[in-house]
């Protein structure tokens, strides 16, 4: 079963211009939340979490989300993109109890532009 | 440099070949992770290894095994390769219990075509 939900497949967005990755989670009790960054032909590496407290929290290159429990949303922003944020980025969820496994939303493709 | 190792990166099959894809870490962690990469439907979880001599399926067993040599190595097994595996598989690691939340650690992937 889908825990989390990215709501655009695909971005395209000029260079300098900001920009903002919608996330929605399915659940009814506290998760934690990840953002993950792939660029081509690498692995994953962690962008940003939310496990609890503040509810802005912001990761590496400039990203930050924002974490809302009412709308169930993770959404992640950036205000100014370089091309070299071209990359694919998932969503990610720990569910309480499932052996602390991530399951992936099933990602956008930001393509910056100049 | 410390991380995940995968080998091979690229590897072809014929349908019905078999072959295990290898995964070592050298951080000491506990807990490690098969997902499969497919357009569209993101990271899905083949099987993991909370702890050395422990291994769970995860969403997506059917068609794959799984060895946990030792803390180090965790690896993947298709018996009877099938076009439906075509896929980026990708190993991880974390360190144990509440580990995960501090995230995972990805290796750089295997692309495997099955023809």
């Known amino acids: 079963a889908q825990s989390v939900t990215q709501l655009d497949s695909q971005v395209p967005v000029f260079e300098e211009a900001p920009v903002e990755l919608r996330c929605n989670y399915s659940s009814s009790v506290s998760v934690y939340l990840f953002w993950y960054v792939q660029y081509p032909n690498q692995g994953l590496q962690l962008l940003l979490k939310?496990?609890?407290?503040?509810?802005l929290v912001k990761g590496i290159n400039g990203f930050e989300a924002e974490f809302n429990k009412s709308q169930t949303s993770f959404h992640l922003r950036k205000p100014s993109v370089h091309i070299s944020d071209t990359a694919e980025y998932f969503c990610?969820?720990?569910?309480?109890?499932?052996?602390?496994?991530?399951?992936f939303g099933a990602g956008t493709t930001v393509t910056v532009r100049a | 440099n410390a991380g995940v190792t995968q080998t091979p990166k690229f590897q072809v099959l014929k349908t019905g070949q078999s072959m295990t894809l290898q995964c070592a870490q050298d951080m000491n962690h506990n807990s490690m992770y098969w997902y499969r990469q497919d357009p569209g439907m993101g990271l899905r979880l083949i099987y993991y290894s909370a702890s050395e001599g422990t291994t769970d399926k995860g969403e997506v067993p059917n068609g794959y095994n799984v060895s946990r040599l030792n803390k180090r190595e965790f690896s993947l097994r298709l018996e009877s390769a099938a076009p439906s595996q075509t896929s980026v598989y990708f190993c991880?690691?974390?360190?144990?219990?509440?580990?995960?939340?501090?995230?995972?650690?990805f290796g750089s992937g295997t692309r495997l075509t099955v023809v």
């Open positions: 939310y496990l609890s407290g503040s509810t």
């Open positions: 990610a969820v720990i569910l309480p109890g499932d052996d602390y496994k991530l399951s």
């Open positions: 991880a690691s974390s360190e144990p219990v509440t580990g995960p939340l501090h995230g995972y650690t």
